[in-house]
């Protein structure tokens, strides 16, 4: 019930979305609660967009715990 | 976005265990509890537990949005099916026990219970069939409530009311932050509820209970940086709330969806099963929604049910204590195609989790 799979926005018409899940999976949702736009990736739970994933944040995060990781290596 | 790629890094991962297992107490065990059954998933299916080390454990909190509905909810669905009204429901929901019947009884003996896969859906379905009267089961946490909300607040055909049974996390961890023979050393707070309600509402749990808190995502290495921070935390003696996943949560949550969710319900004492009544946890329609409240419309209101059957241990599963394979029905009376207890049938359940990957948790079982 709280799963929650990410998709791209391809098309927007009014309140809703087609989105894309991969491998030719396609569905409308239901956007009223994000603020969003074609091309956006976003967080999908029970037919409604939840939120709007941040690609930058998502990079960030990975190169943060590489960071963490290899400086408290270094520090023993 | 590759996230299953990224988030999936095998080598990130082993690193993280490395510094997992040098953080890890030596003597005095740690138990960090998790409140969501996609984390549990995460953590059963990928083998988590296996690269802890023995002093480090994780536990499933109550998590799962259809285990905690209590019995008497599910008999009111039921009492409402019986009268002839189409009672619509997500999938998991149909086979969760009543008192003496699930859903899909009361289906099987003639009612009409559908299967929904949004709210939105349930609008649809009723608008299609103008002569029936419907009633849709809208249960989950704060991740689905606002799509309820969303559907009450738009133009809602006359013959659909709402059999409101959301509740919200927060004051549940509250509860298990407070069970002393608990003992818990931290959370790992559930990632999707948090996109809704933001980072505010976890505060109390560092400060007021001295419990690290970190909000995470559903990929391993989510989960596993999760652990790593909470560990680093007690080993600093410096508790705090940490956001691990920032790419979809921010610190005031999704700020439309809480204020279209505090338009449309107020908060109420709610019972949660196997975890009795916990004080505003409940959302229930306000006043002037009153009128698609299927409880008034149909006249249906149970109090008390029965929550737990003969041996079955899913009340103390559902809040960590006690594990599936500790219960005597586990994979003997009580198994995925036909379930005794609530965790056995939800997909987030933690019984019907540990059943499907039980090959996974050779070192726990």
């Excluded at chain 2, 946490?141 to 009311?161: M, Y």
């Excluded at chain 2, 005031?252 to 908060?267: D, I, P, R």
């Amino acid at each position: 019930m709280c799963l929650a799979i990410p998709g791209k926005i391809v098309k927007i018409n009014d309140s809703h979305a087609q989105v894309d899940f991969g491998e030719g999976v396609l569905r409308e949702v239901n956007i009223t609660l994000v603020e969003t736009r074609v091309g956006d990736y976003v967080l999908v739970h029970a037919g409604y967009a939840i939120q709007v994933l941040d690609e930058k944040e998502a990079l960030e995060t990975l190169n943060l715990w590489n960071e963490i990781l290899r400086s408290e290596t270094e520090n023993g | 976005m590759d996230e299953k790629r990224r988030f999936r890094n095998p080598d990130l991962a082993r690193r993280i265990a490395e510094k997992i297992s040098k953080l890890a107490p030596r003597e005095k065990p740690v138990k960090i509890c998790h409140v969501c059954g996609t984390h549990e998933w995460t953590i059963t299916h990928f083998g988590i537990r296996n690269l802890l080390p023995q002093t480090v454990e994780v536990i499933a909190g109550p998590g799962c949005p259809v285990c905690i509905v209590p019995a008497s909810e599910i008999d009111e669905a039921v009492k409402i099916a019986e009268k002839g009204i189409t009672v619509t429901c997500f999938g998991d929901m149909l086979r969760v026990p009543g008192s003496t019947m699930s859903l899909l009884d009361a289906k099987a003996n003639g009612a009409d219970v559908r299967v929904v896969y949004s709210a939105g859906d349930a609008v649809k379905m009723a608008e299609k069939s103008p002569d029936r009267e419907f009633v849709f089961f809208a249960i989950g946490f704060e991740t689905t409530a606002p799509s309820t909300a969303v559907e009450i607040l738009g133009n809602l055909p006359r013959n659909l009311s709402f059999l409101v049974s959301h509740r919200v996390i927060p004051p549940a961890m509250k509860l298990l932050a407070e069970m002393r023979d608990l003992n818990l050393n931290g959370f790992i707070a559930p990632g999707h509820v948090s996109t809704v309600i933001g980072l505010v509402p976890y505060e109390v749990f560092p400060q007021d209970y001295g419990l690290p808190t970190v909000v995470a995502g559903f990929e391993p290495l989510d989960v596993l940086f999760g652990v790593y921070a909470i560990l680093k935390q007690i080993h600093e003696g410096r508790p705090r709330l940490e956001n691990e996943y920032s790419r979809v949560v921010r610190r005031e949550g999704n700020v439309k969806a809480q204020k279209l969710m505090k338009q449309v319900f107020s908060m109420a004492d709610g019972k949660w099963r196997g975890l009795g009544t916990i004080a505003s946890s409940k959302l229930a329609l306000r006043e002037e929604y009153a009128v698609y409240d299927a409880h008034t419309r149909h006249g249906v209101c149970i109090a008390e049910g029965v929550d737990s059957h003969s041996g079955c241990m899913c009340h103390l599963i559902i809040i960590g204590k006690s594990k599936p394979n500790e219960c005597p029905l586990f994979l003997k009376a009580c198994r995925p195609e036909k379930p005794v207890g609530a965790c056995m049938v939800g997909i987030e359940g933690t019984c019907r989790i540990w059943a499907k990957t039980i090959n996974r948790q050779s070192h726990v079982l």
